[in-house]
């Protein structure tokens, strides 16, 4: 073809919620936990995530080419066991989650943290009494990074928010929804699975779906964006996100309004 025809594609863009959080299961962990904000996944969110990502390898009709997690912690174990389970090579069809892959592909995806798909930064998500005292959510993203399949991160990606969102914001639908289009106009040519909170899914579907009202996203569901993207020599055009998800299909239920 030649470089001055203009070439289309179809660009997905998958987003996911963290999976079985040890609090919700545990109320006690949290009064000894250095972090009581930040809990991890309990093992059952480790298998769902992981299943997930299985899931997204075998059913998918496309290849995820990146994925971009919030730095909560249960988002980036989600993260890691779909990670796993998508560059996993010859891995046993029983196996349950990322302690049995025996090697992983690491040039099938590459990973990076967002700081714009983080939790919302409010009493709404966060108790009061359980958000740090001065109101900073500090993550240590090297020791978060370090948690990712090996081979898979991309340190040169600059994040749509260079900082954590500050505590007190009012209303996060503007943040998820500007990330979402912000990360999917930088890689318009490929597809994109971001690992983010219950919120920010559900941002997912009623920005680009009018008149519904999502009502439950469990753990591990995730939405389906598709929108058509061409380009010729160095200008992209992208039209807008249609959202495929079904009510009740992939965990997340909508009603009309």
């Known amino acids: 073809m030649d470089s001055s025809e203009t070439k289309t594609c ?31 996944l309990i093992q059952a969110g480790l298998s769902r995530a992981f299943k997930t990502g299985r899931a997204f390898q075998t059913l998918l009709p496309f290849p995820i080419h990146r994925v971009f997690v919030s730095p909560f912690l249960r988002c980036v174990q989600t993260a ?55 109101g900073i959510f500090h993550f240590d993203v090297p020791k978060l990074e370090a948690l990712l399949p090996s081979g898979t991160l991309d340190p040169t990606v600059e994040p ?22 912000a990360l999917a106009d930088t890689y318009p040519t490929e597809n994109l699975l971001l690992v983010t909170h219950g919120e920010g899914v559900s941002v997912s579907v009623s920005s680009f779906l009018e008149d519904i009202t999502v009502i439950e996203v469990d753990y591990c569901a995730y939405s389906e964006l598709r929108r058509p993207v061409s380009w010729r020599n160095a200008s992209v055009t992208a039209g807008n996100f249609e959202v495929l998800t079904k009510s009740g299909h992939t965990g997340v239920t909508y009603i009309a309004n």
Not at 11 to 33: C, I, S, Y
């Open 10 to 40: 179809q660009q997905n863009v998958l987003v996911m919620r963290h999976g079985d959080r040890l609090d919700n299961f545990d109320p006690t962990w949290e009064k000894t936990a250095d972090r009581p904000w930040d809990p991890p």
């Open 80 to 134: 890691s066991e779909v990670v796993a389970a998508l560059c996993a090579v010859d891995d046993h069809p029983d196996a349950k989650s990322s302690s049995d892959v025996v090697s992983i592909d690491p040039s099938k995806l590459k990973v990076s943290i967002e700081y714009g798909l983080c939790e919302m930064l409010n009493t709404l998500a966060i108790r009061r009494d359980v958000a740090p005292k001065d």
């Open 160 to 181: 749509v928010y260079k900082e954590v969102p500050q505590w007190g914001e009012t209303d996060p639908t503007s943040r998820y929804e500007q990330t979402i289009k």
